[in-house]
């Protein structure tokens, strides 16, 4: 298996302008989460998702973030208009119902100027 | 609300040497506990879990963790450092008021070679 892949690696924005991450978890699994670590805050929860149904997002900062997962095999994150508090790297993890560890993706360095 | 502590921000640890990054947690109910690893530029890679059953768990790479109930605590061990193990360590716990699945990461714990 690939493993989890996220896309793209790197992005490098305008402020104001629409970011949107993408991910493909691990096939088989059911659990999908977005996360985002900065040296300030270290790895936070986004949103998660069972079954491509969201289940928590309190974990999103404010509106201009939305998660989507329209079926088993794709999930995007979006921020829209970004900002520079938003630069950080976003994660995205999967994992099966009855595993518990989570499998993280390489993440996606974002950087808005 | 769930949540672990990991009280050192850096381990220094000469190759050969054990090695120990200390983790303490908080929970309402029977813990799931979790190691993960991160190497730079890297996504976290799971290390190993405690569910239930044998205290001491074993785990990839030559680590091993001992769950301790009396003292609420999950310390990540190897007997042997390599200089390969310089890393950030993080300990996590499962939530179980936020759901299933939802799993509360500590701050990390650099582990760092000294030559």
């Known amino acids: 298996d690939a493993g989890v892949i996220q896309s793209p690696r790197h992005e490098v924005t305008e402020m104001g302008q629409e970011v949107t991450l993408r991910c493909k978890p691990i096939?088989?699994?059911?659990?999908l989460f977005w996360y985002r670590q900065t040296m300030m805050r270290g790895l936070e929860l986004l949103i998660y998702?069972?079954?491509?149904?969201?289940?928590?997002d309190s974990g999103m900062p404010e509106d201009r973030f939305s998660a989507k997962m329209p079926n088993a095999s794709f999930s995007t994150l979006k921020i829209q208009p970004s900002e520079p508090r938003d630069s950080a790297v976003y994660f995205c993890?999967?994992?099966?119902?009855?595993?518990?560890?989570?499998?993280f993706g390489p993440g996606t360095r974002l950087t808005v100027t | 609300a769930q949540s672990v502590a990991q009280p050192e921000d850096q381990v220094n640890v000469a190759e050969g040497n054990p090695l120990t990054v200390k983790c303490t947690y908080s929970?309402?109910?029977?813990?799931?506990l979790f190691w993960y690893v991160q190497y730079p530029n890297r996504g976290l890679q799971f290390l190993l879990k405690?569910?239930?059953?044998?205290?001491l768990v074993k785990g990839s790479y030559g680590f091993e963790a001992e769950f301790n109930k009396s003292q609420t605590s999950f310390h990540l061990k190897k007997p042997s450092a390599l200089v390969s193990d310089s890393a950030l360590y993080f300990c996590a716990v499962r939530d179980v008021t936020g759901g299933y699945q939802k799993v509360t990461f500590g701050t990390g714990t650099k582990l760092q070679d000294i030559p």
């Open positions: 405690y569910i239930t059953g044998d205290n």
């Open positions: 993890a999967s994992s099966f119902l009855h595993s518990y560890e989570q499998y």
């Open positions: 096939s088989g699994h059911d659990y």
């Open positions: 998702f069972n079954n491509n149904v969201p289940i928590d």
């Open positions: 929970v309402s109910g029977n813990p799931y």
